[in-house]
């Protein structure tokens, strides 16, 4: 600002100048114009002299109030000073500096009428005035710019510490980050024949060793199928911004048809070795809870960074753990009282076909009083919820306000099929419950609710009806009725959507199992069937699809319907549009925008959603999104799936 009127004092004298030429040359044919042009060139000089008058009186002015308000330092006081100082004004105009400031600064130039911002790297003046010390570089030396204010002036001293810098730098760069890592599949290996087992592990170790001799990291097998590597920061920064190749360099070890994935924890930013190891197993566990084929890595703050994750959850062939959980769940069971059993806001048949056989079991074999606690109005389960208050003679499901009123301290809540605070039919009965037990299938988010006494999760499992059956059958499958049956085999086929996708060989046999138990396909194919106009809103949606690089998107229009059925369904039913890996539904609810997504697996969704702050798992996600409007929503849709099939297509 200042600086342009130091600027424009030579504009006025060559306009003077040209002024008082024209005077002369018109003297000859015109003293009217030759006393104009006299009158306005001598009134040009008459601003050039008031404007630079005022201006130095400005300048002695700030600059001598300005020393003198720091006490005891004067102009020639500064000008001593080993370091560069300058004097600034009000809007940051340099009005003096020392001659260290025009050496080291702007090349032995003087720098008054330049704004401070020029030395400031890029950084507002407003750093100045924070006084904690504003970090900047300038012709390759680092400095430190502390700045005293007295009134609108201040006096800003350049400490130079490049040398300290670069050793922080150092020391940052090299502070240790543990890596665990562990081969995900190795059972599918180990299937096969030994040789194929110790085929792959030899080539995970060939590939891990190479990863670390890389950055010339230590590394070290930690267990059958685990290892610990341990890079420094500055290695972990360059493979977060390479997104990590070691998992695309795994993937591409194939034996028989099976691809190997592994799942590593990384652990950013503490000092100690032991610290970051401790941490590095907490990110595994995430990793790891997240389906696997990923690398999670944790921060000191506690935050987490995924990579990867491409790949569907491998099945676990083994059932042992289901057996442990049974176990565990027979033993918390035994020391309470009353067993709720809830799911998510919304619930759907998956939810409520494991909750109503876990209370077959919790009142006939542990003989508890025993109810599915249950928002009938928003339930997505109406048709199963008739059809079990149908059949049976008891009433099974309460509302979360009766659970509440009915909670005693020795009660137990099984939260089934989400693990998430923020998803609950009612956060208020998981507040007031003392013993919760978790069962879910979905991938791990980071705010999972982490008190559990028993936390079953299964990522590579199609449902929760899944998990519930095996649990059930070991724990005793004798009361299960073919009511109880049906509604698990329906929570099966929604989330397999008809057996098409997540199916492993352990969802057959769990479907195999209910198929004993008397569920019968036919009454579970009437669970699905909807009223005409949520069927007709379904159609309208799949109608208003348009195709986006291999993305059917949606937005949909609101109509009579239950909008968040035929969302869900009409992103079901757009994966089957040619051409399509992915699906997306834009709808209005609840006065947020939703996002429903679903893949068959080529893209992943969940990464998608998660990035619009949602979730779910690799083939059926979804997000809320608030305060928003469904065109915004679409382009924050647009630029996630661009980003996230970019960063695919790159990997
Ligand atoms: N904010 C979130 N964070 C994490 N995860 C989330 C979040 N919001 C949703 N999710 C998970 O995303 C998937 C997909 O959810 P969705 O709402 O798109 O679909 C669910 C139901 O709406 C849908 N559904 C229910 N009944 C039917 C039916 N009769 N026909 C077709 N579709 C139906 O199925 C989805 C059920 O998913 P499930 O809970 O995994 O069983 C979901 O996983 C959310 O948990
Ligand atoms: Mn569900």
Same mark, same amino acid.
């Given at each position: 600002?200042?600086?342009?009127?130091?600027?424009?004092?030579?504009?006025?004298?060559?306009?003077?100048?040209?002024?008082?030429? #024209?005077?002369?040359?018109?003297?000859?044919?015109?003293?009217?114009?030759?006393?104009?042009?006299?009158?306005?060139?001598?009134?040009?000089?008459?601003?050039?002299?008031?404007?630079?008058?005022?201006?130095?009186?400005?300048?002695?002015?700030?600059?001598?109030?300005?020393?003198?308000?720091?006490?005891?330092?004067?102009?020639?006081?500064?000008?001593?000073?080993?370091?560069?100082?300058?004097?600034?004004? $009000?809007?940051?105009?340099?009005?003096?500096?020392?001659?260290?400031? @025009?050496?080291?600064?702007?090349? =032995?130039? +003087?720098?008054?009428?330049?704004?401070?911002?020029?030395?400031?790297? +890029?950084?507002?003046?407003?750093?100045?005035?924070?006084?904690?010390?504003?970090?900047?570089?300038?012709?390759?030396?680092?400095?430190?710019?502390?700045?005293?204010?007295?009134?609108?002036?201040?006096?800003?001293?350049?400490?130079?510490?490049?040398?300290?810098?670069?050793?922080? @730098?150092?020391?940052?760069?090299?502070?240790?980050?543990?890596?665990?890592?562990?081969?995900?599949?190795?059972?599918?290996?180990?299937?096969?024949?030994?040789?194929?087992?110790?085929?792959?592990?030899?080539?995970?170790?060939?590939?891990?060793?190479?990863?670390?001799?890389?950055?010339?990291?230590?590394?070290?097998?930690?267990?059958?199928?685990?290892?610990?590597?341990?890079?420094?920061? &500055?290695?972990?920064?360059?493979?977060?911004? !390479?997104?990590?190749?070691?998992?695309?360099?795994? @993937?591409?070890?194939?034996?028989?048809?099976?691809?190997?994935?592994?799942?590593?924890?990384?652990?950013?930013?503490?000092?100690?070795?032991?610290?970051?190891?401790?941490?590095?197993?907490?990110?595994?566990?995430?990793?790891?809870? $997240?389906?696997?084929?990923?690398?999670?890595?944790?921060?000191?703050?506690?935050?987490?960074?995924?990579?990867?994750?491409?790949?569907?959850?491998?099945?676990?062939?083994?059932?042992?753990?289901?057996?442990?959980?049974?176990?565990?769940?027979? @033993?918390?069971?035994?020391?309470?009282?009353?067993?709720?059993?809830?799911?998510?806001?919304?619930?759907?048949?998956?939810?409520?076909?494991?909750?109503?056989?876990?209370?077959?079991?919790?009142?006939?074999?542990?003989?508890? /009083?025993?109810?599915?606690?249950?928002?009938?109005?928003?339930?997505?389960?109406?048709?199963?919820?008739? /059809? %079990?208050?149908?059949?049976?003679? %008891?009433?099974?499901?309460?509302?979360?306000?009766?659970?509440?009123?009915?909670?005693?301290?020795?009660?137990?809540?099984?939260?089934?099929?989400?693990?998430?605070?923020?998803?609950?039919?009612?956060?208020?009965?998981?507040?007031?419950?003392?013993?919760?037990?978790?069962?879910?299938?979905?991938?791990?988010?980071?705010?999972?609710?982490?008190?559990?006494?028993?936390?079953?999760?299964?990522?590579?499992?199609?449902?929760?009806?899944?998990?519930?059956?095996?649990?059930?059958?070991?724990?005793?499958?004798?009361?299960?009725?073919?009511?109880?049956?049906? &509604?698990?085999?329906? +929570?099966?086929?929604?989330?397999?959507?008809?057996?098409?996708?997540?199916?492993?060989?352990?969802?057959?046999? &769990?479907?195999?199992?209910?198929?004993?138990?008397?569920?019968?396909?036919?009454?579970?194919?009437?669970?699905?069937?909807?009223?005409?106009?949520? /069927?007709?809103?379904?159609?309208?949606?799949?109608?208003?699809?348009?195709?986006?690089?291999?993305?059917?998107?949606?937005?949909?229009?609101?109509?009579?319907?239950?909008?968040?059925?035929?969302?869900?369904?009409?992103?079901?039913?757009?994966?089957?549009?040619? =051409?399509?890996?992915?699906?997306?539904?834009?709808?209005?609810?609840?006065?947020?925008?939703?996002?429903?997504?679903?893949?068959?697996?080529?893209?992943?969704?969940?990464?998608?959603?998660?990035?619009? =702050?949602?979730?779910?798992?690799?083939? #059926?996600?979804?997000?809320?999104?608030?305060?928003?409007?469904?065109?915004?929503? /679409?382009?924050?849709?647009?630029?996630?799936? !661009?980003?996230?099939?970019?960063?695919?297509?790159?990997?």
């Amino acid at each position: 600002m200042r600086k342009r009127k130091w600027t424009l004092t030579p504009w006025f004298l060559i306009f003077t100048a040209i002024m008082f030429a #024209m005077a002369v040359v018109s003297y000859e044919y015109s003293p009217i114009v030759f006393y104009i042009e006299l009158g306005v060139s001598v009134l040009s000089l008459a601003v050039v002299l008031v404007i630079s008058l005022r201006f130095a009186s400005y300048v002695k002015g700030t600059v001598k109030n300005t020393v003198e308000n720091i006490k005891g330092i004067n102009e020639d006081y500064l000008e001593k000073f080993s370091y560069p100082v300058a004097v600034i004004g $009000r809007q940051g105009d340099i009005l003096w500096c020392n001659s260290r400031f @025009r050496k080291a600064m702007c090349g =032995g130039k +003087g720098a008054e009428g330049d704004n401070i911002k020029v030395y400031l790297s +890029g950084k507002d003046i407003d750093n100045l005035k924070k006084g904690e010390g504003c970090d900047v570089a300038v012709d390759g030396k680092e400095y430190t710019v502390y700045c005293h204010f007295t009134g609108e002036s201040a006096v800003c001293e350049f400490i130079e510490n490049t040398y300290y810098k670069q050793i922080t @730098r150092e020391y940052l760069a090299s502070k240790p980050c543990v890596a665990i890592v562990v081969f995900d599949n190795a059972e599918d290996f180990s299937d096969n024949s030994d040789e194929s087992f110790s085929e792959a592990m030899l080539d995970i170790e060939v590939c891990l060793q190479k990863w670390a001799e890389q950055y010339s990291a230590l590394y070290k097998r930690i267990g059958n199928n685990r290892f610990m590597i341990i890079f420094k920061e &500055a290695d972990v920064e360059k493979m977060t911004a !390479d997104k990590f190749p070691i998992l695309k360099n795994i @993937r591409e070890i194939t034996i028989n048809n099976h691809s190997a994935s592994i799942s590593v924890g990384l652990c950013r930013g503490y000092n100690s070795i032991k610290e970051s190891e401790i941490n590095a197993r907490k990110a595994l566990e995430m990793a790891l809870g $997240r389906g696997g084929d990923q690398v999670a890595v944790i921060k000191k703050d506690n935050t987490y960074e995924f990579f990867g994750g491409k790949v569907a959850a491998a099945e676990k062939a083994s059932k042992v753990r289901m057996r442990v959980i049974a176990n565990a769940i027979s @033993r918390v069971v035994a020391d309470c009282d009353k067993v709720f059993i809830m799911g998510h806001k919304f619930s759907d048949l998956d939810c409520v076909g494991a909750a109503i056989g876990l209370q077959c079991i919790m009142e006939k074999t542990f003989k508890r /009083y025993s109810k599915v606690v249950i928002n009938r109005e928003t339930s997505m389960a109406k048709q199963l919820i008739e /059809y %079990t208050d149908e059949k049976l003679d %008891t009433d099974i499901f309460i509302s979360p306000e009766t659970a509440l009123s009915g909670l005693t301290q020795k009660s137990l809540l099984i939260i089934v099929d989400t693990h998430l605070k923020r998803s609950l039919e009612s956060s208020e009965l998981y507040e007031k419950c003392k013993k919760v037990i978790i069962i879910d299938h979905h991938r791990k988010a980071v705010d999972y609710i982490n008190n559990a006494l028993v936390f079953c999760h299964e990522p590579s499992a199609s449902s929760t009806c899944e998990m519930c059956s095996e649990i059930i059958s070991c724990l005793d499958d004798s009361p299960l009725s073919y009511v109880q049956a049906d &509604a698990m085999l329906a +929570g099966i086929t929604l989330d397999t959507k008809n057996f098409a996708v997540k199916t492993g060989v352990r969802t057959f046999e &769990a479907a195999a199992y209910l198929r004993r138990r008397g569920a019968n396909t036919l009454t579970v194919k009437g669970m699905f069937s909807d009223n005409i106009e949520t /069927y007709r809103e379904k159609v309208d949606i799949v109608c208003k699809a348009h195709v986006y690089r291999g993305c059917a998107i949606s937005i949909a229009p609101s109509g009579d319907g239950d909008i968040r059925l035929a969302s869900a369904q009409a992103a079901d039913e757009m994966l089957n549009l040619k =051409g399509v890996d992915a699906s997306f539904v834009l709808f209005e609810d609840n006065n947020q925008i939703n996002i429903s997504a679903r893949s068959y697996g080529n893209v992943n969704v969940q990464i998608i959603m998660e990035k619009l =702050g949602g979730g779910g798992h690799q083939t #059926m996600a979804a997000t809320q999104l608030k305060n928003t409007t469904k065109e915004f929503a /679409y382009q924050q849709l647009l630029s996630e799936i !661009d980003s996230t099939l970019d960063d695919e297509e790159n990997s």
